[in-house]
């Protein structure tokens, strides 16, 4: 099984982000590093070729930085690492990245002189939080889309079961190969690397493709989607304290805030 997971490098979550003077983002104390959803694609892949064989390629587009997550990645399993430098293309949409990844991925397998069987993309980013990028590549690739996947077990004629995650529940569902998935929070946590596998992996190159060089026709170039700017949310409001000493008096107040504000 060959599988490559597309993964994004994305500002530390943890962080709270503030604008700055120039009402961008300000990302100076946000470490960068792959986006968590990613990184569970890429744990759920590893898992999976450790029980049955095959390797986990990576695939990232975007800058030189984003080899930080790409070395990671590679010191927990994957075994190859691609980017696609995305020159020419920085304020590409969902629509425009998925086209440069589906075209990518095109050329790597040409390559490599056979395709991936499946190709792995978290439910969503943590930054942008748009969760369309996997179907639009699996719409530009022609293939099986399955989307919340939280387990895949072995493929049997030409196809592999997966594990789908609904808010009722999960369904299990049949995908014939090659396909595109996009994984939700497994059970687990992606691994931590060992030191060594983290010194491997400094020593790993990463080939490069330029995003220009790419052969996307020109409807695909277009961005659908155009930032015009970047607002913080409002600051939440302090609430009211009801300080009546009588519990009937409270409600009696409560009913009076709530009606001044048209609640009632």
Known sequence: MEILVCMKQVPDDSIEIKLGADGQPDLSK??????????????LAVRYIEANG??????????????????????????????VDDAGFEDADAFVTANLLAAAIKKIEADNGAPFDLVLCGRESTDYI??????????????PFVTNVVEIVQENDGAIQAKKELDSGYNWVDAP????????????????????DKMAARKKEVPVL??????????????????????????REAGVKIQEEEPADAVAKMFEILAADKVL
Do not use: H, W
Not at 130 to 143: F, N, P
Not at 219 to 230: C, E
């Open 30 to 43: 946000a470490e960068p590093q792959g986006n968590a959803f990613d990184t569970y694609a890429q744990e």
């Open 54 to 83: 095959g390797t986990v390629s990576i695939l990232s587009l975007g800058p030189a930085e984003n080899e930080t997550c790409l070395k990671s990645a590679l010191a927990v399993g994957a075994e190859k690492a691609y980017r």
């Open 130 to 143: 748009g969760g369309e990028v996997a179907e639009y590549l699996a719409e530009k690739a022609a293939r």
């Open 177 to 196: 190969l090659p396909a595109v998935m996009t994984i939700s929070k497994p059970d687990y946590d992606p691994r931590y690397p060992k030191i060594k």
């Open 210 to 235: 330029a995003a220009v060089d790419l052969a996307l026709e020109d409807g695909d170039k277009v961005a659908l989607v155009k930032y015009l700017g970047y607002q913080e949310p409002p600051k």
